[in-house]
């Protein structure tokens, strides 16, 4: 069974800085993609940034230049470090590992970013 057991939110003031992290159990393979998605209070979940088993990462617009995905395959750990926080980066970022088709989604862990 997959699971992925993601850390690292809390509360920040704008401007601050975060290093949220996932550890991801139950599978053996490395070439998957891994990341983070994001749902805001009242918006739909929304995807923030992927690294797939090459390094190769995908960022969205609203967090580029201000983020930066890596994972560790060995400790099988994925990590979302973001600066220059903003109040609309706030909401529940949960952790996705995707193989072959299927997505696995972790608990969440929560990000409030305070004016």
């Known amino acids: 069974e997959v699971q992925l057991q993601a850390s690292g939110g809390g509360l920040v003031q704008a401007g601050g800085s975060l290093r949220l992290s996932c550890a991801a159990s139950?599978?053996?393979?490395?070439?998957?993609?891994i990341g983070w998605s994001r749902q805001a209070p009242g918006k739909e979940r929304e995807g923030v940034a992927d690294?797939?088993?090459?390094?190769?990462?995908n960022y969205a617009d609203s967090v580029k230049g201000r983020s930066t995905i890596s994972r560790d395959n060995a400790k099988k750990m994925v990590y979302l470090q973001m600066s220059n926080l903003r109040p609309e980066d706030t909401a529940v970022y949960y952790c996705?590992?995707?193989?072959?088709?299927?997505?696995?989604w972790g608990q969440g862990t929560l990000v409030t970013v305070s004016s």
């Open positions: 690294i797939l088993n090459n390094g190769a990462a």
């Open positions: 139950g599978f053996t393979r490395d070439d998957y993609a």
């Open positions: 996705k590992l995707s193989y072959r088709g299927l997505d696995f």
